[in-house]
């Protein structure tokens, strides 16, 4: 009865969907200690199939292409250790950071409050008091099940809030679009109905110049006229009955059209209701901006100024840890500071656009410089704007602003 109860409650949580897209199981152990981490390998064989060992710093890239594991556990007798060899596996190796990647430190206790700090910073997902080893030995098979799970779902997850929000602002500018063109058309209906009224007035003009010639000789060669009063009222006839029926059949045409007009608005008057609804609720949703910069008095300015003009934001100190930021967050643009040390923002900008994720995402550097040879080199990497420090606030707005309109998807 138990076991039923679990599966139901199970089932009925997951999406109608069904579950999520499953994802390869292999798991990395790295460490440099060989009795480590056959150990860890050890308790993991039971639940993994696909569970292989890296020692050495000479393996640090190589292994990691070789396995291209889905979960990286950090199997090190220091923490120091443990950072090193992961910042060096990010300045070696290009395939860290182009595919989904979830890392596991494992930990004494005299590290727990070091190793929580850099995963809430998210410089690693999760950690584990694992030396000494205690009764819980399952925990870190427990550890890595919800690892992959959320590797699964991030990949499943579709487009982000910020996405669909973007595309509902595209999409308020419809209804201005289509006012527009309504209104040009009906200039257009209008000139058009005009130019058919004066060439109706023309025509008649040219056939009462012509009666006049007639009637005072001066076209005696071509025509004798007996009566001008008859040939006055044959005139005006057939002005009346041959020519001018003509041209009100060509006005006519266009009321039809006016009448288009109006109905064509009247009737899409519900999905212009759709879609103001649709911008009002785009409005509640925030843009995440990724702020990338070392001085800390510069990420206090920028914090202020882009909460107050509603966005949500991210803070890395430097271009490893927004690479590593970008593992688990998607932002909508970011704002990427030159000089920095480790990585620079150049070199940040092109490892990221590397990664088919954020090809799209709009990059705006931040520099000390003017240059043209920075400018021409920050749009080489991949940015899309640049603004000089100390920089101007409400700039940089309309910048950020320009930047995100520009980037939603066609």
Not at 13 to 21: E, L, M, R, T, V
Not at 61 to 88: I, W
Not at 153 to 176: I, V, Y
Not at 313 to 332: H, T
Request: glycine share 4%.
């Amino acid at each position: 009865m138990g076991n039923e109860f679990w599966q139901s409650t199970k089932s009925s949580s997951q999406s109608p969907a069904g579950k999520h897209a499953p994802i390869a199981s292999t798991i990395m152990i790295a460490s440099d200690c060989v009795g480590d981490a056959a150990q860890v390998q050890d308790l993991l064989h039971s639940e993994f199939d696909h569970v292989y060992i890296s020692t050495g710093a000479d393996k640090v890239p190589g292994d990691f292409v070789r396995y291209r594991p889905s979960v990286l556990v950090l199997a090190f007798d220091t923490l120091e250790k443990a950072e090193s060899y992961f910042l060096e596996l990010y300045r070696l190796c290009e395939e860290v950071r182009q595919q989904p990647l979830r890392t596991v430190i494992l930990c004494n206790r005299n590290q727990i409050s070091q190793v929580y700090e850099l995963c809430k910073k998210e410089y690693f997902d999760d950690y584990i008091l694992f030396w000494p080893m205690s009764d819980d030995s399952s925990r870190l098979a427990m550890t890595i099940h919800h690892a992959l799970h959320d590797l699964a779902a991030l990949k499943t997850e579709g487009p982000s809030k910020a996405e669909f929000a973007a595309q509902a602002r595209h999409l308020a500018e419809l209804e201005n679009t289509l006012d527009r063109q309504i209104v040009e058309g009906g200039l257009h209906i209008k000139v058009a109905s005009l130019a058919v009224e004066h060439a109706a007035q023309g025509v008649g003009a040219a056939l009462d110049g012509l009666s006049r010639r007639i009637i005072s000789g001066a076209l005696p060669d071509a025509v004798e006229v007996k009566s001008a009063d008859e040939l006055k009222n044959e005139i005006s006839r057939f002005k009346r009955e041959e020519v001018q029926p003509h041209f009100n059949s060509a006005l006519e045409v266009t009321q039809p059209l006016r009448q288009w007009a109006d109905n064509f608005k009247q009737e899409c008057e519900p999905f212009l209701q759709s879609a103001r609804a649709l911008n009002a609720m785009a409005e509640c949703i925030q843009p995440t901006v990724l702020v990338v910069d070392d001085d800390e008095a510069q990420r206090i300015v920028i914090d202020r100024l882009l909460t107050a003009n509603h966005y949500n934001l991210l803070f890395a100190r430097d271009g490893f840890e927004a690479l590593s930021i970008l593992r688990s967050k998607r932002p909508d643009l970011i704002l990427m500071d030159i000089m920095m040390p480790y990585m620079n923002g150049m070199e940040t900008t092109r490892r990221l656009k590397e990664i088919p994720e954020f090809a799209g995402t709009p990059v705006i550097m931040i520099t000390g410089m003017s240059e043209g040879e920075v400018v021409v080199d920050s749009m080489k990497a991949g940015a899309v704007d640049f603004v000089v420090k100390p920089f101007d606030h409400n700039l940089l707005v309309a910048k950020i602003k320009h930047a995100l309109n520009a980037a939603i998807p066609t």
